[in-house]
């Protein structure tokens, strides 16, 4: 099952869900819906009518989709958990994962504009599957950490690459205003699985730049999450990068950057695309 959130021109936000190719709208935001775990509960016709799901006769691919959820508790991100990623960078396979937060300022949602700042022209790409979790979740083993995992979506990851390598943290080169893209649905869990290798693609103005594999993470989402649970208490509606493939700007010789204009697609197989474009801050 698949879920958004809309907002058609001149009408309000609204969580929709695609089920056996049908669409349904729900008289209540995603937000609202995640918060209250109403998106556990449901997994079939009967549960969506249930729920108020009432029938749009339209094309899912055709929908006014928003950024999915407006301002998530916790945003917290794995840096190099692909090994040809590590690999591409010249650093070691890590022992434990390297947590790095983000806020929901740097948050944007498909077809929003990515926001380029005057103080860098070093900015990368990463596409990265992101997991969102729908319970409350405090010191759970990896096994147990599934049933804490909602679905996952698509998050690039735009990173300021001078400013995150001025110091030993990450951080300052990860949270520029409008600078992370996300969405454009959410994928259950029981519907999807990245054990299995979900294809992931980069491309920049539709030259591709990353063509990874899930099966190349070093740590699985239900490792990581239950890793983060040991000394965080997990809630509804957090989000878990779970870190990029090879091929990111940084890396290619010579090193390329986005520029204003261009247009910045990612894809994951069974998830979707996501697509923004690029413009220089004012």
């Known amino acids: 099952m698949k879920w958004a959130q809309i907002r058609p021109e001149h009408g309000t936000t609204t969580a929709v869900c695609l089920l056996d190719e049908r669409v349904f709208a729900f008289n209540r935001t995603l937000d609202d819906m995640v918060a209250e775990g109403e998106l556990?509960?449901?997994?079939?016709?009967?549960?969506?009518?249930?729920?108020?799901?009432?029938?749009?006769?339209?094309?899912?691919?055709?929908?006014p989709f928003t950024r999915l959820l407006t301002r998530p508790g916790k945003i917290l991100c794995v840096g190099l958990n692909f090994t040809d990623h590590a690999e591409e960078v010249g650093a070691p396979l890590p022992e434990y994962p390297?947590?790095?937060?983000k806020y929901s300022n740097a948050l944007i949602g498909p077809g929003e504009d990515i926001q380029l700042p005057a103080e860098s022209n070093k900015i990368d790409w990463e596409v990265e599957l992101c997991a969102v979790i729908g319970a409350s979740t405090r010191r759970v083993s990896p096994e147990d950490a599934r049933a804490s995992i909602l679905g996952y979506t698509i998050l690039n990851d735009i990173s300021v690459r001078d400013w995150q390598g001025r110091t030993s943290e990450w951080f300052q080169g990860k949270n520029?205003?409008?600078?992370?893209?996300?969405?454009?649905?959410?994928?259950?869990?029981?519907?999807?699985?990245?054990?299995?290798?979900?294809?992931?693609?980069?491309?920049v103005d539709g030259v591709l730049r990353q063509n990874g594999t899930t099966a190349n993470m070093i740590f699985s989402a239900e490792e990581v999450i239950s890793y983060i649970s040991t000394f965080m208490t997990l809630e509804p509606g957090d989000l878990v990068a779970l870190g990029t493939p090879a091929g990111v700007g940084l890396s290619l010789r010579p090193r390329q950057w986005l520029s204003d204009g261009q247009t910045v697609t990612c894809t994951i197989e069974g998830i979707g695309t996501l697509a923004n474009t690029c413009r220089a801050e004012s």
């Not at 549960?47 to 691919?61: I, P, R, T």
């Not at 205003?177 to 693609?201: K, N």
Request: one cysteine or more; proline letters at 5%; glycine letters at 8%.
């Open 176 to 203: 520029w205003d409008r600078s992370t893209p996300f969405g454009p649905a959410i994928v259950t869990a029981d519907s999807l699985d990245p054990a299995e290798g979900l294809s992931m693609q980069c491309s």
């Open 98 to 101: 390297t947590i790095f937060t």
């Open 40 to 63: 556990n509960v449901i997994h079939s016709l009967g549960d969506v009518e249930n729920a108020g799901g009432k029938e749009l006769h339209a094309d899912w691919n055709e929908l």
